[in-house]
């Protein structure tokens, strides 16, 4: 019988293109999602990307924080693990509205953790981030790296990592994946699902993508007097179809290793890129010119971030295939095919 996977927060981005691989595995995939940051139409297009697979999925809107309803989910299927995804994640706004992000993030995953520990069902794998080594002195980061939060979103990750630890110390039962993602980007390569952020992207590639279709007039470069090859900050993008197949992995390893404690792994590619060399990249792909203003530095940014990548390899016998080059053709794709996302467009000012 197919092996059953929950997954919060499956009609976000990342979750949306780990599902379409959960379901061509065979898996069978019950998303839950309150659609806060993302669309109902991401998940049908899952189902149309999945084809015959496309069965074993489905969907509730649900907000994780609600117990009731979670509980209820659990009732109808016996899941043998869940990815969750679940979260709030603008930095910017965390910092604004502190106790929004604390509740959301850390009461969702509290009462995750609850729910799937009355129902017996203790396989987790979480999306950390690698916003969790801070600004590190050494690179890459490994997962021994020393860890530091520089801001409410970032500690609500680090908060998280530390109560699963707990939880698995108080109770070996627990298997529990702590993947802490560099800097996802991209689109599947159909250009039918991919990044919609709601509102001024925070991220730079969505940025980037947003001027190349003429949403937006420019691009701002966030600081050009950093330590680095060219002066602007540095940067692990990595495929989200690698990302999600990084997901694959840590569920084979719960079914397969019997020894998975609580374990953190990085996913990340290994190599680091600068601003202005994915803007280049980007221009390449899109043949269109990004306009740009170089401004200050964006407080509480890292100057370089790029993983130590060993430890995936090795454990989770996983390792990115992608590079720059598809990371912006699969994103134009998606941009030319989806200009205004999975949304209308925007009334003019
Ligand atoms: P996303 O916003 O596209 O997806 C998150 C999903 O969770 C959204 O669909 C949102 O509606 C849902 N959600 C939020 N709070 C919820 C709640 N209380 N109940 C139910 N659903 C809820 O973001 P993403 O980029 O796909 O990120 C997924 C996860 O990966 C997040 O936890 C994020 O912090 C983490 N992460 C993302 C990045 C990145 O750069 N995208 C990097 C590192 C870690
Ligand atoms: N960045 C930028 N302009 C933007 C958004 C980001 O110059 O509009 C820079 C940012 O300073 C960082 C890099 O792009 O050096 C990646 O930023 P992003 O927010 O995408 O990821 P994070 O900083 O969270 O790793």
Redesign the pocket.
């Known amino acids: 019988m197919a092996r059953r996977v929950l997954v919060?927060?499956g009609?976000?981005?990342?979750?949306s293109h780990t599902v379409l691989q959960l379901l061509r595995e065979g898996f069978y995939v019950v998303v839950?999602?309150?659609?806060?940051?993302?669309s109902e139409v991401a998940v049908q297009r899952v189902a149309e990307l999945a084809g015959g697979f496309g069965k074993n999925l489905a969907f509730h809107r649900?907000?994780?924080?609600d117990k009731e309803a979670l509980e209820k989910v659990f009732h109808t299927t016996k899941f043998d693990a869940v990815i969750h995804?679940?979260?709030?994640?603008a930095v910017g706004e965390s910092v604004q509205k502190p106790l929004l992000y604390y509740k959301?993030n850390i009461i969702?995953t509290i009462t995750l953790l609850e729910v799937m520990a009355a129902h017996g069902c203790k396989k987790l794998v979480f999306?950390?981030?690698?916003?969790v080594y801070g600004w590190p002195k050494h690179l890459p980061c490994t997962e021994e790296s020393p860890l530091h939060a520089m801001n409410p979103?970032g500690r609500t990750?680090l908060m998280i990592e530390e109560i699963c630890r707990d939880v698995h110390h108080a109770d070996n039962d627990w298997k529990i994946m702590l993947l802490r993602?560099f800097?996802?980007v991209g689109a599947h390569p159909s250009g039918h699902i991919g990044?919609d952020p709601r509102g001024i992207p925070n991220?730079l590639m969505p940025f980037i993508q947003q001027v190349a279709v003429g949403r937006r007039p420019s691009l701002t470069i966030f600081g050009t007097d950093y330590s680095t090859k060219d002066g602007t900050g540095v940067r692990d993008y990595i495929h989200v179809v690698d990302l999600a197949d990084g997901h694959i992995a840590a569920l084979k390893k719960f079914f397969d290793d019997p020894t998975t404690g609580c374990e953190a792994y990085n996913l990340g590619t290994g190599k680091g890129t600068s601003v202005f060399e994915m803007v280049t990249a980007f221009e390449k792909a899109s043949g269109k010119k990004i306009p740009l203003i170089l401004t200050a530095r964006r407080p509480g940014d890292a100057e370089t971030l790029y993983a130590g990548t060993a430890k995936a390899e090795k454990e989770l016998k996983w390792k990115a295939k992608y590079g720059i080059e598809e990371m912006c053709r699969d994103q134009w794709n998606w941009a030319i095919k989806n200009p205004w996302g999975y949304g209308l467009p925007e009334p003019p000012n």
Request: net charge negative; hydrophobic share 25%.
């Open positions: 919060t927060g009609a976000g981005y990342i979750g839950v999602d309150n659609l806060d940051n993302s649900i907000d994780i924080q995804f679940a979260g709030l994640k959301n969702g999306s950390s981030s690698a916003t979103y990750k993602y800097n996802p990044e991220n």
